[in-house]
């Protein structure tokens, strides 16, 4: 069969293929400054090519690359890790909500949308966190607080509930039990929604710096997005103090040779980049209609 074009399909082809450009062509431009030079970055500006490559934006990123590991293994561990925690936790909150035949569905339902209008503060959970449960100076403090949220929770429950009860119905005469219908039944059919609350929360904890700020003295614990933030704020504090010294002293001289600009783009590429990796493996579940034809007869 031949391909019928028509001026509004390529009209339509074209305008998504420049709305992907201006997602495509600010990371290109991201990815060209942190491999060039600081002197042609001074010379020239941002080019999509670097007119002179040079990595030493990555080398000051990485002038310790211990410090950088450890920040790596530490976020990766709590990311990955927590999200599939609080997938476990909230799928299986989720589900008791979904079942008509839960006792408690409507008070625990309006529990839960309780706490997404009204939070206790800043104070009060770091009370908690730091004099009762110990989590001070302590990895755990990275998962434990976030294994749930309100709103995901709210997300899987619609979702489990859409899914066809027949299925559980048939499984429970089969003599299946809960936690079975869950992980047998339940969970292979929610990929989508699953992936997607997943990605959102691999997303937020991969982000997450405020918690180290708070909770987190020892430098080994510290996050990727915490530590490229403190070395940020040392380059800007060198610079900040080289303007306020007298013409002449070597400290200008230090912070002059500085790659900051190339250094803010390297270091964007580092805290971005095994999320960019990791997106295409999400992608392929961000569908609906797996239960179509789920259920026979």
């Not at 990815?31 to 020239?44: D, G, H, K, Q």
């Not at 936790?89 to 909500?97: E, F, K, R, T």
């Not at 569905?105 to 309780?114: A, E, K, P, S």
Request: proline content about 4%; glycine content about 6%; some cysteine.
């Amino acid at each position: 069969m031949e391909k019928r074009f028509s001026v509004s399909k390529i009209l339509l082809n074209g305008f998504f293929i420049l709305f992907s450009l201006c997602f495509l062509l600010p990371f290109l431009l991201v990815v060209s400054v942190s491999f060039s030079s600081e002197a042609s970055i001074e010379a020239v500006g941002y080019t999509l090519l670097p007119s002179e490559f040079s990595l030493e934006g990555y080398l000051y990123v990485f002038q310790n690359p211990q410090q950088i590991i450890d920040a790596y293994i530490v976020t990766a561990f709590t990311a990955f890790f927590g999200t599939l925690c609080a997938l476990v936790v909230m799928s299986m909150v989720a589900y008791s909500l979904s079942r008509r035949d839960f006792a408690y569905r409507g008070g625990l339902t309006l529990f839960i949308f309780i706490t997404m209008i009204f939070s206790g503060g800043l104070v009060p959970s770091y009370i908690i966190n730091t004099q009762y449960l110990g989590l001070g100076n302590n990895i755990l403090i990275y998962i434990l607080p976030g294994l749930a949220s309100a709103w995901h929770i709210v997300i899987l429950r619609t979702f489990f509930q859409d899914l066809p009860m027949e299925l559980v119905e048939s499984a429970k005469l089969d003599g299946a039990r809960e936690i079975t219908i869950l992980s047998r039944i339940i969970i292979p059919l929610s990929k989508p929604v699953l992936a997607t609350v997943g990605l959102l929360i691999l997303l937020g904890r991969w982000n997450d710096w405020n918690t180290s700020l708070i909770y987190i003295t020892n430098q080994k614990l510290y996050t990727l997005q915490y530590l490229l933030q403190r070395i940020l704020r040392e380059v800007e504090f060198i610079q900040a103090m080289a303007k306020e010294m007298p013409t002449g002293i070597s400290a200008a001289q230090i912070a002059g040779d500085l790659p900051t600009e190339s250094m803010r783009f390297a270091l964007a590429i580092v805290a971005a980049g095994p999320m960019l990796v990791v997106f295409p493996f999400f992608q392929k579940y961000f569908v609906s209609g797996l239960t179509v034809g789920a259920v026979k007869g």
